[in-house]
């Protein structure tokens, strides 16, 4: 089911079957030569719309913006503070959960969304605790990114190898190969600079160069991904693991004491 | 053009050509027994993106979390808090400006966003106007709900006259209709309850009562909306008459001095 | 009865009487080479006082600062950002609504001020919405500004025209020469530049220019109004007429299930 | 020089003469059985108005608005948050310094004020001392409790000695009087209870009980203060004193290097 | 007790012991040429574990971080906002709130930290107050900077007379001397610049001057304190003088109604 | 050297030789029966200060506040607010970065920090990304927690085995067994429940779960930890190790490009 084609009364029955949601998470960044700027909440809200096929399955609108701020300098990319994307998770959680939601699957789609969204969940369970009264429901968060799917990374791993390197991945770009044929773009010509594993560590947007610097080390966009290796139809095979991985995972998520 | 859909080079080209984009405002709210929880968004995003057919015109992410409290005792509604709106809105706008974009036409489906998007925009010009630097680019916004343009008004309240009401109209259900024909829904058995213009008046969302006495006082979650007349066909006129509407809009946006 | 001038064992005594509570808004910013700066403030606040000349209505302090960013650059303008003036809102009802308080009517003097207003008084209701307990008193809010009283409107129409114009208007400087007469000022030797409708539009603080754009627009301050037709007398018809009007309204309000 | 009678080119010459400006403080809060609750804001906005009395002395408008939670129990108090009242200076000062307003002279009437608009000053600076720009403006502040004037303070130790206490004190209602005979208020039966210097400071404000214990401990809302004592008369010396003191004060703060 | 060098376990046991707990406030920042840079930490944490030497006394851990922009242009101070501060404060005492701790025992080491940490303290008052539930504990909050201590304060101007100045005083240097002989500095070869009163007044922190006025007034840090004078003898002799002062100021602390 | 050891002048000067510093972050939180509460803050101070043993490496004042909010029920834990970390480390930053620092070295002691301080930099990084002005310096984040050292890992591993577990673990309280022999706390006579990898997965701090139900979970607050094991000599070499693996880390991050 998805929230946002349903009346308010089909939510109603369903909380009588489940108390569950999944939140995907995406970012609107560049994604190098060829990757669409909505590539990370298109991936992460198909992936999640296939886990959600059922009736007994709720899937909540998606978080379209994250935190992306390395990205700024390359036109397009629209990035929220932390603090924002905090506010944006808080107040999806409290909305939903004052009507009974208990479980919320967050599925993501962009590294840079780990910190604030752990960050908001944790504020959110903190204002639980430090509060007098003892007869709150239960509230429980998770979070995964696709790309940790256990068969999903491996089949990434075995069609790519070094090529999927770390940014503008030519997984993700063959996911919306798979899914927007009507959207095609050229592949580069060329393959991203060839770097050491101590370069991309050092220059990735995990270690928080700003957005000036980290347009001069990867001028197109790239960050050791080589993005010309993405075709559809290994799009549709990582479509259909990470699905099937995720239906397991948020499974065991909803049974957890 | 759509953002999500493009490359980081097509948007640096884009910007060549133009400086403005379309940002469409929805909210994930109850939209009576028959009205899909995501209406405002779906409706303002389509009529954006007719809006923006062109190679010229640019059609941003939409927001689709809106500011709607009075109807968070409705299952299934997301309500932002209007300082949380206000922060998407900064940091959306601040993201771009920072890019080369001047010229911001929000595309709005909600009432309850008017208040808390146009605080925001005057915030982003006074911080402006506070700073001392001389030298910086323009930044101008142009707000505006689909249903105040004048051929879509006229349009609806040819149709549906005093059905139309306030909310779950019949106008932005019959969109949905023509725009998601396999998410049918069943209409309700009744109108609903007659309702003064003043019952309707102190009872509307815009004064401010709290979830509870707004379930309370509109039970099935109309307000003073007959959405059994909703018909596709309508919501296809509808949809062509907003759009046309639309562009002549934007055009004058762009062409203020 | 005034809140400033009375003890807090009259006030406990009137809550007796009544819940409600009018709470006029203004704002501290140019009006103009004959209007005063702190005219929002100053006629929201006359009005605010003549509709509670009884013991049953109470008027609070106003808060005379307001969003008027717009405004900055000419000297003398105080503006509140958005969120400021959500906290006193929010501040002004808490400590009220602790003490007994139910009904807010805001008598409103300057437009920047309705979209930050009507966003607090949104987050005050998201707030016990969102929460557990269900025994909360009552707490509504109204929203007028003092030129939509009918009576009032059509009374500045009829005297001023086309030069009532949007800001600096005659009618409130009129407002402000029946109250103050001890302050009087020059009126401008000219009329404002002529505008069309549609540069008004263009140029008028609600589409969100920055302050340096709005004072190049609109040299002298005032935004289509010719200010030389204010005279005293008509202030204080046009204070009366508000006044009736005002008296009304705040019956409705209170009247409101 | 009254700000909000001026009008904006008023101000722009008065800028020529002088940085400068008065900026009272007050509180909306009860002031036991015989004071008015406006008393905070009355007696800081009536002396600061004495010491501006000339065409080089400008009086901006009052903060009436002060931080007071301990009086929250006692009906017709408004507390803001500390936080409140820091948003509201910060935007005052950085308003009227973006017009070349460089010397903030807050003159102050509530003990609960000192802590935060300290703590917005410091704020106000540490933003400037952070920024790299060099060229900035000077922005100079002072803060003085009427109170603490010497031949004011002189005067209610003489005319009061111990009964001025602490909180609804003689001299301030005094003040009020002679300001405001239009507003009589019958003086309380008793003495308030005599109290121990050590049970005072146990309980006074400024050691931050809750609003229900400081009802508890202060019922008819008098700190040690014998307000039977207040006189009109007392109140007229009283304010001429603090208005001289005041002029010699303020015109040391604009000789500071 | 140190609550860090605890263990669960044995708080829990300390709460039925007491309530009581003492906080330790400092700041971070330049004390002049032989002044250490952690100088009012590490004085008012030392304080502090002399009054807490027994098994009824807890002292939490410092906060080390205080208020001080004006000496942000000389390297190594570090400043927290005043609202980073209240959010620091709000939380600590919160969590320890949450758990049975009700009486909490500011220990200042920092003139800067009085305004932020006051208004901390009555926004926690404030919600509180304004919380309808009725069956809350008990929260009281305590204030002291150690010079305060009368014993310690007679001891600094016995000791140093007018040399022990404003910032960087010999006292606080001879504590740091007397605690830390590992880390000593050299004297600075000079007296500070003689300053009188009237220009002291005029420049010190508290007035607000800027970061860059701050260090271009007193250009080695010093504001009329002549360090040289400081000896780690005095410095054992005030630090028994404040903890004797202290542990009867915290007992009577914990003996208010 | 360690800054709060200093002198600004000692500061002045090292900032010629390098822009770097080490921060150590840790958490005031319960750590089972026979852990110290301070537990995280003294074993990231520890490490921090064994890498910083030269005049060449600055040592920062530890932030020793951390996001335990799953902590708060058992007595003793102070927990901040996901956003108050963030300012904390906001202005630090801020304060150092406008003297000259550029390379921030976060050695961290606590995993709910992760995502506070992984927001926070890139809200810092998105600040500078944002601005206009282009000719900032350098500013680099890098972050560490202790036990992902290569030679200490290992060395844990090896030690405990599965008795490591995951929180109040044998190795972070050998290591202040080590620091602090006057603290003996006896050993728990029982190992940790016995729990499946599952079981600890769904319970851990990092599920979120509130502090209500983690204290359900985890009676003595070890999360599958036997630190019976723990031995000060264990807690030597661990330190030794972690400091040696700090060591070219640091010097790793300070020649990135």
Known sequence: MELVFTTWNEVEAYLDR?????????????HGPNGLIGTDALCAEAIARGISGSDDVMLGP??????????????????MRSKTLMSIVT?????LASQGFERFYFLNGHGGNVGPVRAACQ????????????????MRF??????????????????????EGMHATPSEIAITQALFPEHPKAAPAAAPPRLSIEYLRDHA?????????????????RVG?????????HGRTLLDAAIEDGKRDYKTFLSQL
Chains 1, 2, 3, 4, 5, 6 share one sequence.
């Open 18 to 30: 489940s108390k569950g949601i999944i939140v995907p998470l995406g970012s609107i960044e560049q």
């Open 62 to 79: 998606t978080i379209a913006f994250g935190v992306a701020p390395f990205n700024l300098r390359f036109p397009g990319t629209i990035s």
């Open 91 to 95: 107040d999806y959680v409290q909305s």
């Open 123 to 138: 504020d959110l369970q903190a204002e639980r605790s430090l509060s007098a009264s003892g007869s709150q429901r239960d």
């Open 142 to 163: 998770f979070f995964r990114s696709w790309w940790e799917y256990p068969t999903a990374d491996a089949l990434r791993r075995e069609l790519y190898g070094e090529g």
């Open 205 to 221: 947007g995990d270690n928080h160069a700003d957005a000036r610097q980290h347009r001069l080390h990867f001028p197109d966009g």
């Open 225 to 233: 991904s080589d993005s010309r290796l993405a075709r559809p139809e």
